[in-house]
């Protein structure tokens, strides 16, 4: 299983290339080669997801009935965000010039693990979706996390 942390800037070059961090690429599952799955994210970033992982989401939603209708705009959403990228002898990644549009990337991009998976940000985007009051961090976390 992939583990992901940690946040690193990055920048990409004019043909939409980003190289990911070392310690990123260094824990992607040798199982998934070089191939990753690119995806819009709910908010405006990209998720990059090692083919294993993007496979346990992808029999979820892909095994959903056609027949309801909800189901049909989940699945059709879902995938029309979502590429196979490859990494090449570098360990960069092309992204997708739609995706880049979405997330708004352009030269600098904010990579953060997230597990199982990793966002890649516009810095300026991350930052305003990041929680910067202390309190309500706490607030979360004993929410969710307090048993």
Excluded: H
């Excluded at 990059?48 to 496979?55: F, R």
């Excluded at 090449?88 to 010039?97: E, V």
């Amino acid at each position: 299983m992939a583990f992901f942390t940690s946040e690193y800037e990055c920048k990409i070059d004019a043909k939409g290339r980003l190289v990911l961090p070392a310690k990123i690429k260094s824990a992607l599952p040798e199982a998934s080669g070089n191939e990753l799955v690119i995806r819009r994210g709910f908010e405006p970033c990209l998720i990059l997801y090692p083919m294993v992982e993007y496979k346990k989401i992808y029999s979820k939603i892909a095994g959903l009935s056609e027949f309801n209708e909800e189901y049909r705009k989940l699945q059709r959403n879902f995938f029309r965000g979502s590429s196979v990228v490859e990494l090449d002898s570098a360990g960069r990644l092309l992204i997708p010039k739609l995706m880049l549009g979405y997330s708004q990337l352009d030269r600098d991009a904010v990579v953060v693990g997230m597990g199982n998976k990793v966002e890649i940000w516009n810095p300026a985007l991350y930052e305003e979706n990041l929680i910067n009051d202390p309190s309500e961090f706490s607030k979360l976390a004993q929410k969710y996390l307090d048993e």
